[in-house]
């Protein structure tokens, strides 16, 4: 993992309101994605769902999770679906209220039913606003959610997440901002 490593030591970080925010390939696509770092990062990501079959489903939410949960399907030949910030108004369509550190907005939740074994591949988990009203609406749907794999933990939120809904997130990396400094705890 030293390209991810090294490519965190290396993004910027701005100040949103009172929220601290890195800017990250993997997380922002800026400055760009290199393949390299791609690769990398999927491959970990590959390592982890291989150990989970069978799964039916690759699962991320709009926008930054799609590149990486894309190169993981096709490499695996598992299908993925997006959970998009646009209404469709499908038959069977779930809508899910986000809420994250910085910002509100409507999810939509189509190609996923009762009994789908899945896993969630995203770029960020930060104060775990998405990924918590995603968990609990899959929930609703009766959706089976094997594990939760994101790319760069930021934040306390993984721990309460994986005890108040009894589900393992796996973070390749973790890390802390403070004052504008990242610190990299796990990678």
Known sequence: MSLLRKSIEDAPIVKKGD??????PITDGIPEIKPELLEEVVTEMEKHVAKMQPIDKIVTMEAMGIPLA???SVRMRIPFTIIRKREYGLPGEV???QVTG???STLFI???N????????DDVLSTGGTLKAVLRSLKEIGAVVKAVIIAINKGDALKEIQKNFGI???SLANISIDQGKVEIKTC
């Open 70 to 72: 894309a190169v993981l």
């Open 102 to 104: 910085y910002s509100k």
């Open 19 to 24: 929220y601290e925010y890195i800017v990250h």
């Open 114 to 121: 009762k009994g789908d074994r899945i896993v969630i591949v």
């Open 168 to 170: 393992s997130i796996i």
């Open 110 to 112: 189509n190609g996923i």
């Open 95 to 97: 809508s899910v209220q």
